[in-house]
């Protein structure tokens, strides 16, 4: 009886800890596609570059939720509480980020910051600071 009950937990663990990594392997593999369509659309002569690297940003941000959320379901609560604190450090600096980003930008195009191209270059910049958190959660918490 203690065997089996062994026996089970281990078969358990296993099979949760092969579907984790399934979970986390499909955060790659959807980062990837998600630039390659990026680039796709950007390669594309007759599309909006502009449409192309806001559509990314918003793919991006929506990835970052949901990326979220399903890590957050695998936790216990003590887990969840530390997370949400990492998550709240995060959220202030990305407005950080994004704000510097902005200032930056304009001061490269000598003060414009009304510009398509201002709009776009600040864009995919925050983009890709939500992609390197999407990466940093699935770093953290692939187990």
Not at 52 to 80: A, G, H, R, V
Request: hydrophobic share 35%; aromatic share 10%; glycine share 0%.
């Amino acid at each position: 009886m203690k065997n089996k009950l062994v026996m089970n937990k281990k078969i358990i663990f296993i099979v949760t800890f092969f579907n984790c990594l399934t979970c986390f392997s499909q955060i790659a593999k959807t980062i990837n596609k998600l630039d390659i369509e990026h680039q796709k659309c950007l390669d594309n002569v007759n599309n909006n570059m502009a449409n192309c690297t806001f559509e990314f940003y918003t793919k991006m941000d929506n990835l970052l939720n949901t990326t979220y959320k399903s890590i957050k379901l695998k936790l216990n609560k003590t887990e969840q509480q530390k997370l949400k604190k990492m998550q709240i450090v995060w959220l202030k600096k990305r407005v950080e980020y994004f704000k510097k980003t902005e200032k930056e930008t304009a001061e490269e195009l000598d003060g414009d910051n009304s510009s398509q191209d201002y709009k776009m270059i600040c864009t995919n910049e925050n983009a890709i600071f939500v992609k390197n958190r999407i990466i940093e959660l699935d770093k953290i918490y692939r187990k």
